[in-house]
């Protein structure tokens, strides 16, 4: 069951964002300390700084063992390659592994699509000490900043599609034309998720738009996999995350979702590189447009099947939507 939550955004918004499907509740302030875990774990100026979204971790391991000999090596060596002409050829994407046998750790780390090199390496490090710390002898963790994801694992992820743990995060503002801004926003979505999944498997598998609402509102998106998975798992991925829109109030100006495997965002206010807008425009399709994979051809995602760990109630079936054109 995932927590319900409540983020007050920066001083960019001011809008609340809330976490959907839970019992519990807690309000998170992006300048405070964590208060929900010992603190005598955390650094407060660090944590102060770091954009943390949300964490996750698993199993356990004992302490000075092989497996945390590994899992320091792996941490050091994903924040090192992130400066690496190794990790410019993955191009804000790295895995990696270290030790042997039942002692070994899979990990890697993505940065959002539209960031530098700097960026990227900055937003790594910092989720390498985030991790270190707030997932204390964890086996398996996942830490979502705002700019980049890292996560490590005892069993292998690579080119694996995983949509669990999950977080999202929703504006509670409702846009003013309700039904036209949800057929725009899912439009754009499934758009994107086939621009990003038909992308060469040795780049981004990453897309960004901006698209005009009305006169003086616009909206901007991103939507990206990790470029380990194949287009149809990437594909598959996004096609899950955007079936976490919420039926009940599908209309908000501004949500996210991270999957361990992809994730989108759309705002209403600029959150974007606009030069990434530019690069990941849509090429023009050439031959048969049935020869690449699209969202819509392989049908609207089943919801899932238990309701404590889904959301089978919310979910929305996109295929009996009927969507707007782009030409807003």
């Keep these: 069951m995932r927590q319900k939550l409540q983020l007050l955004q920066d001083q960019k918004t001011f809008f609340n964002y809330q976490k959907m499907h839970s019992n519990n509740h807690i309000i998170l302030v992006k300048s405070s300390i964590l208060f929900l875990l010992p603190l005598f774990f955390l650094n407060s100026s660090y944590f102060a700084e770091a954009d943390i979204l949300y964490h996750n971790c698993s199993d356990s391991f004992t302490r000075n063992s092989p497996y945390e000999v590994n899992l320091k090596g792996l941490l050091a060596s994903l924040s090192s390659d992130s400066t690496s002409s190794k990790y410019n050829h993955y191009d804000g994407f790295k895995i990696e592994d270290a030790g042997t046998q039942t002692d070994k750790v899979y990990g890697l780390f993505l940065c959002r699509g ?110 990206q996999c990790t470029p380990d998975l194949s287009s149809s798992d990437c594909l598959r991925c996004l096609r899950t995350a955007i079936a976490w829109i919420p039926r009940e109030s599908p209309a908000r100006v501004g949500g996210r979702v991270y999957l361990p495997s992809c994730n989108f965002r759309y705002e209403n206010y600029s959150f974007i590189d606009p030069t990434a807008i530019a690069a990941a425009a849509p090429p023009p399709l050439v031959g048969d447009p049935g020869s690449l994979l699209t969202a819509r051809s392989l049908g609207p995602p089943s919801p899932p099947s238990d309701p404590a760990q889904g959301k089978s109630k919310d979910f929305v079936d996109f295929a009996a939507l009927k969507f707007t054109s782009d030409k807003i």
């Design 114 to 223: 539209d960031l530098s090199n700097d960026v990227c390496k900055h937003c790594v490090r910092e989720a390498g000490q985030v991790v270190s710390q707030l997932c204390l002898f964890a086996k398996v963790a996942i830490v979502f900043l705002e700019e980049c994801i890292l996560r490590y694992s005892n069993k292998s992820i690579f080119s694996v599609m995983e949509t669990e743990p999950s977080y999202d995060l929703w504006n509670t503002e409702e846009a003013t034309e309700p039904k036209r801004f949800v057929a725009l926003v899912t439009n754009t979505l499934y758009q994107m998720a086939t621009q990003a999944a038909n992308n060469p498997s040795a780049t981004k598998r990453f897309a960004a738009r901006k698209v005009n609402f009305t006169l003086s509102e616009t909206l901007y998106t991103t939507m």
